[in-house]
């Protein structure tokens, strides 16, 4: 902990609004000999050798820097002791707004309002310090090794790439042979400038040089059967022609691609009833083997004809009257109903493989034209063409192809008759309704990730084998597509290509890349002790009291990402390499016997203490806490206030690494202490979620519930404690939502514990 605490004032940041000299007198008599350095400088930034030498001279061992937000230049401030920021200009400054009902008071050059709001800020800042210790290091050796699963086009990518780091590679393959699906691709769609052609694939080069490098061992009809331990020194056993092989990883790509949706969804549209439709996967390995005999091939962009039906069957379910029926009929039933649920859910696949379908379309109707020297017809007929980016050159090249047409249609019917396929097409864009006769139909497949299919990794970990809560995603291994390409839910797996979402050949180069940089950065973090995203560089970790736990499973249930595992008493057993730095696990626990060296309960709770609730309601206003997550919300905060944007002086930020972390005993606190109110601000939960933590907010919610019970048995309105959710980029939004919540604890009176 913080037995000395240097504290600087930033003049020229808030200067402007504050008496800085009398507020660093304040703090002077009020933490005496903890504070024996207190100095107001003319900016913080020029103050740095200024500051080092008082370190050194009064043999500091903690520094707070009281200015501007942490979020501005915390990057300058890399000194050999602790380090906090108090936000006067942002939160306080900037933000201030002296309320309708009373006059201004003014005390040393500043309103009264404003003042006490920067002494309490400033106090709550010592406090966090105070109780602020520097964590030991919890460092590993690192396996300089990295397992990749799936030898397809990303899988030999990423295994290239990581050895060309130096880094050892194990590549992990259940075929008999490397390629993956790329085997069953011609020529590729355009992988480089100037983008208007296809190119040759080069496959085989590139599993040559595969096979050719001595940092890369390759099993082939090989499957994973366990991942265990922690990034940096994970152990994984791998089932092989030769028996189960244990391997040292330090982290993990996963590469394992896609599986075709099951022809029964696009059966309204005739696959798998007759010989004349095929999807475009199964059309482009006929192409490899030289099957195509046709002349004139319909390339159909449009589901619509297979979602109408499925929807349909799904009315006629939800619709049909239940009937008394034997115990075996009644299981049929359900099973059909499962059934057409599972068509309804499925079906969405073909959204998200709509770009790649796109791409592939335009380059099978190229290759078909190509081969035939323009003797065959391709008809591209799509409901909507997706084209990625630069490949935009690919497709107008395309629309002047000889033997390509295109048109945007809405397909109505797919028939056979007698020898030929007949497509029928509405509302197109030649102004007229047609009907197309065709020897071949080709509709667009659905890229199924193998991780909703199959388990791929096999995770030893207390959370079971396989991804959480891949429903929400369609399957998909990514855990958050808005905030972190790569990652997923398991710290140190990292996904790229098709498992993580549908992408052409060239996006899965990219993405192989990508996810082997972080992978590296995984190993690194680990061997140096310090998380990965989005706390990167954090050297805290939790902490475990285990003579007060009670083994009640709260932590290894919530945690979002299974840092902890249990033994078979539910002892929490932590990896801290797994672990993402949230607080979600302490935020859980009724006990309070977890913490971080910088981030705990009873600092938090101290810091709710310190400020100054006054008794008078009536006549000084009430207080209310705002509890903020540091990913969005805080910023969003500080974004309102950069820009002026105002709010109610009433109210004290306290940043939380994430809502998940906040831990009940803290609105005990604030209601014991007299606050009027608590708000909880975080990111926004549900299908649509922001979380960087994926389930903090989520989880904040459900816990406010019992925090509700148990204000009710105080006989303390629930409404005093609210949640809101707000996205990084709603700054707007935080002043109304800030004073419509004041308002509302000032219309409901005072905390019944006041002045108690």
């Known amino acids: 902990m913080a037995g000395k605490i240097g504290v600087y004032f930033d003049q020229q940041n808030i200067g402007g609004g504050l008496d800085v000299s009398a507020l660093a007198e304040q703090t002077t008599k009020k933490w005496g000999d903890l504070t024996p350095v207190v100095k107001v400088v003319p900016l913080l930034a020029c103050a ?30 890399r000194l050999p002791v602790q380090v906090e920021h108090v936000n006067l200009r942002e939160q306080c400054v900037q933000s201030y707004r002296n309320p309708d009902r009373s006059p201004v008071d003014v005390a040393h050059g500043a309103p009264v309002l404003l003042a006490a709001m920067a002494r309490d800020y400033v106090n709550m800042g010592v406090v966090k310090l105070q109780k602020s210790s520097v964590p030991d290091s919890a460092a590993i050796s690192g396996t300089p090794r990295i397992l990749v699963i799936g030898g ?74 366990k991942l265990e331990g922690q990034p940096g020194e994970y152990t994984a056993s791998i089932a092989t022609p030769g028996g189960t092989q244990s391997v040292a990883v330090g982290a993990v790509v996963l590469a394992t691609g896609w599986l075709p949706l099951d022809h029964k969804f696009l059966a309204p549209m005739g696959l798998g009833q007759s010989d004349k439709v095929v999807d475009a996967a199964t059309f482009g390995k006929m192409l490899v083997e030289g099957k195509v005999r046709a002349k004139r091939i319909a390339f159909v962009l449009d ?30 039933e359900k099973e059909e109903k499962v059934f057409v649920k599972e068509d309804l859910e499925s079906i969405r696949h073909l959204q998200y493989s709509n770009a790649v379908n796109s791409v592939g379309m335009l380059r099978l109707a190229n290759i078909v034209c190509e081969k035939s020297n323009d003797a065959c017809q391709a008809f591209i007929i799509y409901k909507n063409m997706t084209v990625p980016g630069i490949l ?93 390409p790569y990652e997923t839910r398991r710290t140190g797996v990292y996904a790229a290509g098709c498992v993580r979402q549908p992408l052409t050949l060239d996006a899965c180069e990219e993405d192989a890349k990508g996810a082997v940089l972080k992978a590296i950065q995984c190993i690194e973090a680990a061997s140096h002790g310090v998380a990965v995203h989005p706390r990167s560089g954090d050297n805290s970790y939790p902490v475990f009291n285990f003579v007060r736990c009670t083994q ?113 005993i803290w609105i005990s606190d604030a209601m014991s202490k007299g606050y009027d109110g608590v708000m909880l601000l975080g990111c926004k939960y549900g299908d649509d979620y922001q979380c960087h933590f994926v389930k903090g907010s989520e989880i904040c919610s459900r816990r406010k519930e019992n925090i509700a019970e148990t204000l009710n048995r105080l006989g303390v309105q629930p409404e005093r404690v609210e949640q809101f959710e707000v996205a990084i980029d709603e700054y707007d939004k935080v002043p109304g939502l800030i004073d419509s919540f004041v308002d509302r604890i000032m219309a409901m009176g005072p905390n019944p514990f006041k002045g108690m």
Request: glycine share 6%; with cysteine; proline share 6%.
């Open 552 to 664: 009640c499973k709260r932590c290894t249930e919530e945690c979002p990402f299974g840092a902890l595992d249990d033994d078979e008493k539910g002892t929490p057993k932590p990896n801290p390499a797994r672990c993402r730095r949230c607080g979600t696990c302490f935020g859980a626990c009724p006990e309070r016997v977890i913490s971080f060296a910088n981030y705990n309960i009873d600092q938090i709770g101290s810091m709710i203490r310190e400020v100054q609730v006054p008794k008078d309601f009536k006549a000084d206003g009430p207080r209310v806490l705002i509890l903020a997550c540091e990913n969005d919300a805080y910023p969003a905060v500080d974004m309102a206030g950069s820009r002026n944007r105002t709010w109610s002086p009433y109210c004290r930020i306290i940043p939380v690494r994430c809502l998940g972390s906040v831990n009940a």
């Open 303 to 332: 589901t619509t004809l297979a979602e109408e039906a499925v929807k349909k069957a799904a009315a006629a379910a939800a619709a049909a009257p239940e009937e008394p029926q034997a115990e075996a009929a009644q299981a049929d």
């Open 392 to 484: 935009e050159r690919f497709y107008k090249k395309m629309q002047d192809r000889l033997g390509v047409m295109m048109t945007k249609a809405d397909v109505t019917a797919i028939t056979e008759a007698s020898n030929h396929m007949v497509v029928s097409c509405q509302n197109t864009l030649l102004g007229m309704d047609f009907d197309l006769d065709v020897d071949l139909v080709v509709l667009p497949t659905g890229l199924v990730p193998t991780t909703a299919k199959e388990v791929t990794v096999g995770f030893a970990y207390r959370q079971g084998p396989d991804f959480p809560d891949l429903q929400l995603f369609d399957g998909f291994a990514d855990s958050n597509y808005i905030r972190f």
């Open 48 to 77: 740095l050798d200024e500051i080092k030498a008082d370190i050194t001279a009064q043999n500091l061992d903690g520094v707070l820097l009281c200015g501007a937000s942490p979020r501005v230049d915390s990057d300058l401030y």
């Open 152 to 225: 397809g086009w990303t899988g030999l990518t990423a295994a290239l790439e990581a050895a060309a780091t130096g880094y050892e590679v194990v590549l992990v393959e259940k075929a008999d042979k490397l390629g993956g699906a790329a085997n069953n691709i011609p020529t590729a769609s355009p992988l480089a400038a100037p983008w208007t052609d296809k190119q040759p694939l080069n496959l085989s080069e590139k599993i040559a040089k595969v096979a050719a490098n001595d940092k890369i061992t390759v099993h082939l009809n090989a499957h994973m059967e």
